[in-house]
């Protein structure tokens, strides 16, 4: 797979992405702080994310059975993302969100360069919004499929702490909340087409194809 970081600025078209594995976020292509990629008539078959999901004893929260984005832009146009699966969490097909940065890691940060990941991004790069744009293209049988870890720690024996966390079998998408980030997102789709694009969750309202919140 691929990853896209630290303002990376990408354009890609006529590509394949086919079988590819991640323990963590985008089994197929991630995409993270302040990068913006392009992708045309590009296809995502098969891939799959947070593989780890059944084993990981820890908080385990990675999404994006092909793509993932956080803190960044994806202009999506043409092409296909089909047969993707994200194993207890969300976006089968493609996982948008903005978050915040972890404490610990914003200390560190500090400490090395003298300034927060939070101040690099707005204030570095100039971030101040991320768009995820989806036009023309056919989502199929991408799936949000079993239990993750959703506590600090989990067991398997006893098995606890596990929840079915599949939101979004085609997209899901999350803005941070004001006091979190507070950077601003939006997501237009356009000609998108998605069948049979199933997702497990313990709530309904969570099992749609699409699943948008605080955007």
Request: with cysteine; charged share 15%; aromatic share 8%.
């Amino acid at each position: 797979g691929t990853y896209f970081t630290t303002k990376a600025q990408v354009t890609m078209s006529d590509c394949i992405f086919k079988g590819n594995q991640s323990v963590g976020n985008g089994g197929a292509m991630r995409v993270t702080y302040g990068s913006s990629v392009k992708a045309e008539n590009c296809r995502f078959l098969e891939n799959r994310a947070n593989i780890d999901f059944t084993s990981n004893l820890l908080m385990n929260r990675d999404g994006g059975g092909a793509i993932a984005v956080q803190n960044a832009s994806l202009d999506i146009r043409g092409g296909s993302i089909l047969s993707n699966r994200v194993g207890g969490f969300a976006g089968g097909g493609i996982y948008f969100i903005t978050a915040a940065f972890n404490e610990l890691a914003e200390k560190v940060a500090e400490i090395t360069h003298g300034k927060t990941f939070k101040n690099i991004l707005f204030q570095g790069y100039q971030v101040t919004s991320v768009v995820l744009t989806v036009t023309n293209v056919t989502f199929g049988s991408n799936v949000a499929e079993g239990e993750t870890c959703f506590s600090d720690t989990c067991t398997l024996s006893p098995r606890a702490g596990f929840k079915a966390a599949g939101a979004g079998g085609a997209i899901y998408a999350l803005a941070a909340g004001q006091n979190d980030l507070n950077l601003p997102a939006t997501v237009t789709l356009n000609g998108v087409s998605a069948v049979e694009d199933l997702s497990a969750h313990v709530e309904d309202k969570q099992k749609s194809e699409h699943v948008f919140r605080n955007i």
